[in-house]
């Protein structure tokens, strides 16, 4: 198992960057290597600050080759673009998102799990316009039927969007974490006066296929 040079994570995944070519073993893992992109994307002066922290001690430390350490020093545009193995992570990162199972049960046909990470969980608030007209109409809430199905349909559509989102942020934790896949996956919808509160959570796992 390899371990990630900046905040000594370890990495279970084969998801990692190596910041320099001449010395392989230092690699950086998801998290770290996002935030080391970040920087290259002129964050906030707060997102700058969580940056700095976390890379400081990597900076300083002499152990690590002045090459890997000045990855963080060097961390704008025009290094990264010129960077071919940036992209080929980027691919990778791309394709585990695509390729992580997801299931609602506790296994996995034909596969059998090899470590739990973590449960992990996502969730987006936003306001319902279905709700805002429900109970501003509510006398002709009944009486209207094509009213009705109208503003449902208005909002089915915007739970959907709202599920696909939290969906999209819940598969990049768990590949972050090093999973291949996720177990007991759920889904919570709760409505509150003129909100909705969509969850999921899971099991975040790696699975191997047993031959
Ligand atoms: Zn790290």
Redesign the pocket.
Same mark, same amino acid.
């Not at 900046?6 to 994570?9: A, F, Q, T």
């Given at each position: 198992m390899s371990q $990630?040079c900046? $905040?000594?994570?370890n990495i279970i995944s084969d998801l990692f960057f190596t910041p320099d070519e001449e010395h392989p073993s230092y690699i950086? $893992?998801d998290?770290?290597y996002r935030a080391l992109r970040e920087l290259s994307q002129r964050p906030s002066e707060t997102e700058y600050r969580q940056i700095d922290t976390l890379f400081s001690d990597f900076a300083r430390n002499t152990h690590i080759p002045i090459s890997v350490r000045n990855v963080y020093r060097n961390a704008d545009d025009t290094y990264w673009e010129n960077k071919d193995s940036a992209q080929k992570y980027q691919d990778l990162y791309n394709r585990a998102i695509d390729e992580l199972l997801l299931t609602t049960g506790s296994h996995f046909e034909g596969y059998k799990v090899t470590k739990y990470l973590d449960i992990i969980s996502c969730e987006i608030i936003f306001k319902n316009s279905f709700l805002n007209s429900l109970s501003a109409n509510l006398d002709d809430f009944f009486t209207s039927l094509s009213f009705r199905e109208r503003e449902l349909s208005g909002s089915m559509e915007q739970i959907e969007r709202a599920k696909k989102h939290v969906m999209a942020q819940f598969r990049k934790k768990a590949v972050s974490l090093g999973a291949n896949a996720v177990l007991g996956i759920d889904f919570e919808s709760t409505f509150g006066s003129d909100v909705v509160k969509i969850s999921v959570n899971g099991t975040a796992v790696t699975v191997d296929k047993i031959e």
């Open positions: $990630c900046v $905040c000594n994570k950086f $893992c998290s770290c």
